[in-house]
């Protein structure tokens, strides 16, 4: 977090040199500031800022990905003449254990057509999670292990 307060201030001495405190001008100090601590990372010891960035991004774009995905099969499931759904809620054990990381992780899930987060255990080890189609709870379990869970502790440890 430090070298992201670094990298504001080098974008507000950017914009202040040059007289301009336009949202463009902004956006261009802060990519300038980005790519000069780059350049300088080694000495600074910002190796890890960018690759949080790269995590992040992925995560994000990881989320994307899943929203079309998921989007795409609710509206097959709901067009389709037979609706052969099994609603159902099961239980997620979870890897991740800090707090920010548990909401982040129960919102993708929300915000993901199909899937809603009910509630985590009082210990926070377990997320129950209602599925529009649980009939095959491990599977789904399986890929929220592998895809958002996997991004978030990548992304932020």
């Known amino acids: 977090m430090n070298l992201f307060l670094i990298n504001v201030l080098l974008a507000l001495s950017w914009a202040a ?12 100090g802060f990519v300038l500031a980005a790519a000069t601590l ?3 990372r080694e000495q600074v010891g910002s190796v890890g800022y960018f690759s949080r960035a790269r995590r992040v991004v992925s995560l994000a774009l990881l989320f994307f ?6 989007a795409v099969k609710v509206a097959i499931l709901v067009l389709s003449p037979r609706m052969n759904l099994k609603p159902g809620i099961m239980a997620y ?3 991740v254990d800090r707090d920010f990381e548990i909401t982040l992780l129960a919102n993708l ?14 210990d926070r080890t377990t997320l129950y999670v209602h599925a529009l189609d649980c009939s ?9 292990a592998a895809g958002f869970e996997r991004k978030i502790m990548e992304a932020f440890r």
């Open 109 to 122: 899930i929300t915000l993901t057509p199909g899937t809603l987060s009910v509630d985590v255990s009082e």
């Open 65 to 70: 990905y899943e929203l079309v995905l998921s």
């Open 93 to 95: 054990p979870l890897k």
């Open 136 to 144: 095959d709870p491990d599977s789904t379990r399986r890929d929220i």
């Open 38 to 40: 780059s350049l300088i």
């Open 17 to 28: 040199v040059t007289g301009s405190f336009s949202p463009l001008n902004m956006a261009f």
